[in-house]
């Protein structure tokens, strides 16, 4: 099955901070999400992004499909944003997909 | 609020019990995934429903089993408990886009289940 890989594990960033999290998946996606998982547990949509670029507020997201690769963006960080950012994709090959996840990026923002 | 609910939102349980956990999609969704959030494994994928029918299977325990209802909300059920399914159980809806691809996901809350 496909492979989905991101980084950095963990992130340590200082309120106000910038950064960018990494996915990288091993085939052809025509489905990929990243979400923010909060310290309660909820899964929180940040960006639908098969291919190109979206914003929204301080976060933004760029996929590059044909080089298999996804970046999400965290501008002027908050303690807010602390939790586990996950990259899902779908598989193109095989009509119905089997939606992978990544392992997570664990960001702890301290003040 | 993503418009997805799942209840309980807790269960606590013994081994060798059997449980039920409910979905209900948001409105218009034709779509139910469920997905097993434990430690060691991360985030799993376990089966997709669309309108009544299955249509995808993931790493699925035979001891579980799913079904969605005319009404489009779902069940998934877990017998013969033991320790390590004790995990946070998802819950997420989609529109369907176009042969057989699917929109964008939304979660539930999911319901924490403890097996004692």
């Known amino acids: 099955g496909i492979q989905v890989e991101q980084s950095p594990p963990d992130l340590i960033l200082q309120e106000g901070a910038n950064s960018t999290l990494r996915c990288n998946f091993s085939d052809s996606v025509n489905n990929l999400q990243w979400f923010h998982q909060n310290p309660w547990g909820q899964l929180i949509n940040l960006f639908y992004?098969?291919?190109g670029t979206k914003q929204n507020g301080r976060l933004s997201a760029t996929t590059v499909a044909t080089e298999r690769y996804s970046l999400l963006y965290i501008s002027s960080s908050q303690t807010t944003d602390s939790g586990v950012y996950f990259c899902a994709v779908s598989p193109t090959s095989g009509g119905y997909q089997k939606v992978t996840f990544g392992i997570g990026t664990k960001l702890q923002v301290i003040p | 609020d993503s418009g997805v609910t799942q209840t309980p939102k807790h269960l606590i349980t013994a081994t060798g019990q059997r449980v039920t956990l409910r979905c209900s999609p948001r409105s218009g969704d034709l779509s139910v995934y469920w997905y097993q959030q434990s430690l060691d494994q991360g985030l799993q994928f376990l089966i997709q429903y669309y309108n009544g029918e299955e249509r995808a299977k993931g790493n699925i325990l035979e001891r579980f089993s799913a079904q969605q209802f005319p009404d489009l909300h779902s069940e998934l059920n877990l017998s013969s408990l033991e320790l390590g399914d004790s995990a946070l159980y998802f819950c997420a809806s989609s529109t369907p886009r176009f042969r057989g691809h699917d929109n964008e996901q939304f979660f539930g809350p999911g319901t924490r289940l403890t097996v004692l």
């Open positions: 992004i098969p291919s």
